[in-house]
T-cell receptor
Framework: GESVGLHLPTLSVQEGDNSIINCAYS??????FIWYKQESGKGPQFIID?????DKRQGQRVTVLLNKTVKHLSLQIAATQPGDSAVYFC??????????????FGAGTQVVVTP | DAEITQSPRHKITETGRQVTLACHQT?????MFWYRQDLGHGLRLIHY???????NKGEVSDGYSVSRSNTEDLPLTLESAASSQTSVYFC?????????????FGPGTRLTVL
């Protein structure tokens, strides 16, 4: 499949445990954040998003936390499953009319789920 | 179901040849994007379009061009392929809502320039 990156930070998680993936974003004016999942040989897949006026948002088995004070974003995956093995990366956007679609992507974290 | 497709999925070409990668979306999104993904660089924006007849350069646009003649398609052309353009290319689309800017990605095209 398509190469995603061989030099990414790797998080090894045992099946059934919770995963926490961290992302430090660059622009304090960013207003919108997204987490994507990319499996080998596939395109990035939307997981969850959050606006800067929130500090937490929950989805199905996933929770995103936003700490604007330290410009930190995290993705928590509950009860990690083998199908969660993938590269996860965050993206940020200023959400101004000058920045439509200009998502700034992080480098990504490789999550490996072990039995 | 709405989707975004890319073709071909794999392409091998020679230096100096013109190559066109196709992207087609059925989301009816106004915004479309082309990225390349390389080891150590993550996703980098090549070109983007906010609607028919609109095109804009991204951060790595040299050697690439796009055209938008309808809502559904944004083909990416490499005018004269170079080995440095060997990469995985992703197309994406989004609908600006003012509150969200979620981009939906295609499956990618792996391009090798020999």
């Amino acid at each position: 499949g398509e190469s995603v990156g061989l030099h990414l930070p790797t998080l090894s998680v045992q099946e059934g445990d919770n995963s926490i993936i961290n992302c430090a974003y660059s622009n304090s004016a960013s207003d919108y954040f997204i987490w994507y999942k990319q499996e080998s040989g596939k395109g990035p897949q939307f997981i969850i998003d959050i606006r800067s006026n929130m500090d937490k948002r929950q989805g199905q088995r996933v929770t995103v936390l936003l700490n604007k004070t330290v410009k930190h974003l995290s993705l928590q995956i509950a009860a990690t499953q083998p199908g969660d093995s993938a590269v996860y990366f965050c993206a940020e956007n200023l959400m101004t009319t000058d920045s439509w679609g200009k998502l700034q992507f992080g480098a990504g974290t490789q999550v490996v789920v072990t039995p | 179901d709405a989707e975004i497709t890319q073709s071909p999925r794999h392409k091998i070409t020679e230096t100096g040849r013109q190559v066109t990668l196709a992207c087609h979306q059925t989301w009816n999104h106004n915004n479309m994007f082309w990225y390349r993904q390389d080891l150590g660089h993550g996703l980098r924006l090549i070109h983007y379009s906010y609607g028919v007849q609109d095109t804009n350069k991204g951060e790595v646009s040299d050697g690439y061009s796009v055209s938008r003649s309808n809502t559904e398609d944004l083909p990416l052309t490499l005018e004269s392929a170079a080995s440095s353009q060997t990469s995985v290319y992703f197309c994406a689309s989004s609908a600006w809502t003012g509150a969200t800017d979620t981009q939906y990605f295609g499956p990618g095209t792996r391009l090798t320039v020999l």
